[in-house]
């Protein structure tokens, strides 16, 4: 076995490690093949990370995996050519394919906890792949597996790896994954959206930790991900892709400072945009000292006091089990709080949702995160638009037709959409049309939980603007739940900061957001990835991490 | 890159975006990456189709018309040119009997698991929808139901009740509504969980709304291919409870007794092997129409990739 002299058979940094050229890939959907990567070149050396971004179905999955000679099923590759150190992976056999995959090549997924067999203790997945591919011996691969844990900063490095999956955090899991990768001493890593799922605090963690593996061992990375951001932070070169093909590459620095094509710009426009704020008295919305359980648990909101201004937006940030979510879930009546009260026009609401009339369901809109799941996918758009219509406003036949019409044009959309299926529709329309669904009802208040974040940049930018302009028209209100930083400073009056189910502020966009900050708002805004690449650097300093 | 990609519209969004299609389409498509055991299946059930609904007119003779042969209990195949299957013990044409036999076990088994996914379906929607102490009633009720094994059970409640074909239909529909119930909650709850389903309770639909058109649609692969299981365990309880007479009764024909009237003469086979026919072409009748019927199922249920049995 050659492998285990690996490392001195590896190479010095800047020798080319992985070279694709003109890779055209197909991929098998509804009775097609589609073009899913219509020629793209990629070049690798070694230590280098390579940053990967694009929107959704741009590709890049499908690249980064194809860079380890991996077509996954439905996909098959047409041509070009993909070259790993000297063997070419468009030849090589499956057997000599594997034998590559785990211990010079490995991948980290997107979702660390379905990546993980829940049966099986942590390091003994770790280590797996290293011993199967007769990288070193059982006892070796333990001991460096704890070094791995360690140099990740993972908390109790010697026995966190005899706990099972479900027994650590999201982003523990992550970095076992990482480290799992690492074990074998890869001579590349694949990340694939490796923090996606991850709270912007648990994010850094994991960004930090990430990084410095990957330069400690001197390995070569290419990094997926669809925020730009993040990918400034981990990257030595980014490349921009975009239907299938290369947009433009360059050195990060130069990325960030000069791009030049418009899409590249078109990626930062979201964090460009900002709403002037508007300070009201006028309160459309007031939450009491409201305090919620789900069942008879513990307490997820305590004493949550929020005052929502009519015609404006306000922001409810913080990161995920803060509250933010089961807020929306109380002021809509689906969670009926212990105590305290919910006002809206100066009139208490009732809480349960069973006992409010349908005059006041009608006035509070609910928009969710997940277009997908938020439409019937049995109904088309006019029956899921229709429905409000019918329902609060007795409206049948033509006059139903025509308002339908009006609603789509209002979002952008033409009268021809009324008849597709959920599943006819991109993410972006999918969202306008449960905008759309909120709309028909006439409401005065419309609650927003997370709606762009499943969203690609430029469609984000679109989503927003459309909400800013039919607030702007027709004086609504928004509140608006997000974790993501620059979406409210887009859109947003007033923010609400929540902390583990309690707020610890609410002001003015300009009070919130500038100093002095209180400590978890200032923790929460620094949390979140700036475009300058050694944003990173800095939060290492101020937090002391090495 | 073109000037109109950089130009952003919400209508001119592309993505992988599914090809319109009608349903019948869809269908075809489907239809042509059948399997061979699929297309078996289609066709034998439309076949059965066929004859039970046009029984009337494709049986040579009536039902219950006796013909004078009675005296000789079982006319060779090709023996008697104007009875094709021969006569049975008392001089009723076989194939005729075969024939109305199909529109009376098919179509009893057909009502009774209809009325069954009435039942168990509506109550397991309402018991997935409100997960109250009406779920845990309705729950446990079933459970107790489930626990008696459920031919003995059927057995028992006919010899109260009668074996009228009413009750038969009732009776049966009611203990396999049973299982109807168990997949039905267990599928719905899945889709209750949804953001749409709670949309329409924040719009403040009603249950029905949210049971029929929420609901429903969402949740139909998995109850269509049920019901073909569920008709083949019906029409094989209905032809069993035939067979030991609680079932359907004479003069009304049907496959089950007419199992049961044959079977004696089986003894005789080793003299002659068309003595074996009045038992076995009625036996054949029933297990050709459930291994169809299975086949079907199974190929929905892969390609639909859901649920299977229980």
């Known amino acids: 076995m050659s492998k285990k002299n690996k490392p001195e058979a590896r190479g010095e940094k800047g020798d080319i490690l992985l070279e694709m050229k003109d890779v055209r890939i197909d991929g098998f959907s509804d009775e097609r093949w589609h073009k899913i990567i219509k020629g793209v070149d990629l070049t690798l050396k070694r230590g280098e990370v390579l940053g990967l971004i694009g929107e959704s179905g741009a590709g890049k999955s499908t690249l980064g995996k194809a860079s380890m000679g991996y077509a996954q099923p439905g996909c098959k590759i047409l041509s070009g050519s993909i070259m790993f150190d000297g063997i070419d992976l468009m030849t090589a056999t499956e057997a000599e394919k594997r034998a590559l995959w785990g211990s010079r090549i490995a991948y980290v997924a997107q979702s660390a906890a379905a990546s993980f067999n829940p049966a099986h203790r942590l390091i003994d997945q770790t280590v797996e792949a290293t011993v199967d591919h007769g990288v ?84 070569a990375a290419i990094y997926i991900t669809h925020d730009l951001a993040v990918v400034a932070q981990m990257a030595d070169r980014i490349k921009v892709l975009r239907y299938g093909e290369e947009v433009e590459e360059a050195v990060t620095q130069e990325m960030l400072s000069n791009p030049t094509q418009d899409y590249t710009k078109s990626l930062w426009s979201v964090r460009a945009l900002e709403k002037p704020e508007a300070p009201s008295d006028d309160i459309i919305l007031e939450v009491k000292g409201v305090d919620a359980a789900y069942g008879a648990g513990v307490k997820v909101l305590q004493d949550v006091s929020i005052k929502v201004p009519r015609g404006r937006t306000v922001s409810i940030v913080g990161e995920s089990g803060s509250g933010k979510s089961t807020t929306a879930r ?52 006019g029956e899921i638009i229709g429905r409000p219509l019918e329902f609060y406003h007795n409206m049948s036949g033509s006059e139903k037709v025509a308002r339908v019409n009006e609603l789509l044009e209002m979002i952008e959309l033409d009268a021809s959409f009324a008849d597709r299926l959920p599943s006819e529709l991109s993410g972006g329309q999918k969202q306008r049309i449960c905008i759309a669904r909120a709309l028909a009802a006439n409401p005065e208040l419309i609650i927003c939980d997370e709606v762009t974040s499943a969203l690609d940049q430029i469609v984000q930018e679109g989503i927003l603007k459309l909400l800013l302009r039919l607030q702007k028209e027709l004086n609504i209100t928004y509140i608006f739940i997000t974790h993501d930083i620059a979406v409210v400073k887009a859109i947003s009056d007033e923010i609400v900061v929540m902390f583990q189910g309690g707020v610890v502020e609410q002001g003015l966009k300009s009070n919130v957001l500038e100093p002095p900050f209180k400590d978890y708002t200032q923790l929460l805004l620094e949390s979140v990835p700036e475009m300058d690449p050694s944003w990173l650097d800095s939060i290492a300093a101020n937090r002391g991490v090495d | 890159m073109s000037e109109q990609e950089n130009t952003y519209s919400a209508a001119g969004e592309v993505s992988q975006v599914l090809v319109k299609r009608s349903r019948w389409e869809r269908a075809k498509i489907e239809l042509r990456k059948a399997p061979l055991s699929a297309w078996f299946g289609i066709i034998v059930i439309a076949v059965y189709a066929f004859v039970a609904i046009f029984a009337q007119f494709l049986s040579p003779y009536g039902e219950a018309q006796v013909f004078s042969k009675a005296d000789l209990p079982w006319s060779s195949l090709g023996g008697e040119p104007e009875h094709f299957f021969g006569t049975d013990q008392i001089g009723r044409d076989v194939l005729s009997r075969l024939i109305y036999g199909a529109q009376n076990t098919i179509g009893i088994a057909l009502v009774t698991t209809l009325l069954s996914f009435f039942i168990g379906g509506s109550l397991g929607l309402v018991a997935a929808i409100n997960r109250s102490w009406l779920d845990q009633f309705l729950s446990r009720g079933v459970d107790v139901l489930m626990s008696i094994p459920s031919l003995i059970f059927a057995l028992m409640l006919l010899s109260i009740f009668g074996s009228s074909i009413p009750s038969l239909i009732m009776i049966i529909a009611i203990l396999d509504s049973t299982r109807v119930f168990r997949l039905t909650r267990s599928v719905a709850a899945n889709v209750v969980v949804m953001d749409y389903v709670e949309a329409a309770r924040l719009r403040g639909e009603g249950l029905g709304w949210v049971m029929r058109r929420e609901i429903l649609p969402n949740i139909m692969p998995p109850l269509v291919a049920e019901f073909g299981l569920r008709f083949s365990f019906v029409f094989l309880t209905i032809a069993a409870l035939s067979f030991l007479g609680l079932g359907i009764q004479p003069p009304t024909a049907d496959w089950g007794s007419m199992v049961r009237d044959g079977s004696r003469f089986i003894q005789f086979v080793k003299f002659d092997w068309t003595l074996a026919l009045p038992s076995l072409l009625p036996a054949g009748a029933v297990a050709l129409l459930t291994v169809a019927v299975n086949f079907v199922v199974d190929w929905f249920l892969h390609k639909t990739s859901g649920l299977r049995d229980e």
């Open chain 1, 330 to 381: 109380v002021i809509t009546g689906l969670l009926p709080p212990i105590s305290g009260s919910i006002e809206f026009n100066g009139t208490p609401l009732t809480a349960a949702l069973k006992e409010r009339s349908p005059d006041e369901l009608r006035r509070i809109q609910m928009i969710y995160q997940m277009a997908d799941t938020a439409m019937n996918p049995k109904q088309t758009v």
């Open chain 1, 136 to 219: 070193s011996d059982d006892t070796a691969a333990r001991k460096d597996a704890i070094e791995l844990y360690q140099s990740l900063t993972l908390p109790n490095p010697d026995t966190i790896g005899d706990r099972y999956p479900h027994q650590v955090s999201g982003g523990q899991l992550q970095r076992v994954m990482t480290a799992m990768a690492m074990s074998p001493r890869p001579d590349l890593i694949i990340f694939d959206e490796p923090t996606t799922a991850l709270d912007v605090t648990t994010q850094v963690d994991v960004l930090l930790s990430m990084r410095s593996i990957v330069e400690k061992f001197n390995t």
